[in-house]
Nanobody
């Protein structure tokens, strides 16, 4: 069982930046493909960014491409999502997720992920 914990959310003005973090208490994330998803009020959860377990494959949703960077630290104990040029439509609860399948490509489908964090709220004011 992997317990994921997100942090770094908050209230930011449009055009600002945030860095979200995700960790797993007491263990490395090196054996997992990782992803970020978000869910806005009244909408379905949507894919934001993902990285394969090796780090060799990264992909982004079109809505954040060029504004978001997903990364994991050298010891692979944390996952990050740097979001720049934030827009009001980026307002959502952001979730990190872990996939055990050791896929060589980044995984974009929420159904493929095995573990989820509780989420961190990001609110972008106009």
């Amino acid at each position: 069982q992997v317990q994921l914990v997100e942090s770094g959310g908050g209230l930011v003005q449009a055009g600002g930046s945030l860095r979200l973090s995700c960790g797993a208490s007491g263990r490395t994330l090196s054996r997992y493909a990782m992803g970020w998803f978000r869910q806005a009020p009244g909408k379905e959860r949507e894919f934001v960014a993902a990285v394969s377990w090796s780090g060799g494959s990264i992909t982004y949703a079109d809505s954040v491409k060029g504004r978001a960077t997903i990364s994991r630290d050298n010891a692979k104990i944390a996952l990050y999502l740097q979001m720049n040029s934030l827009k009001p439509e980026d307002t959502a609860v952001y979730y990190c997720a872990a996939d055990e399948a050791l896929s060589v490509v980044a995984v974009t489908s929420a159904n493929e992920y095995d573990y989820w964090g509780q989420g961190t709220q990001v609110t972008v004011s106009s």
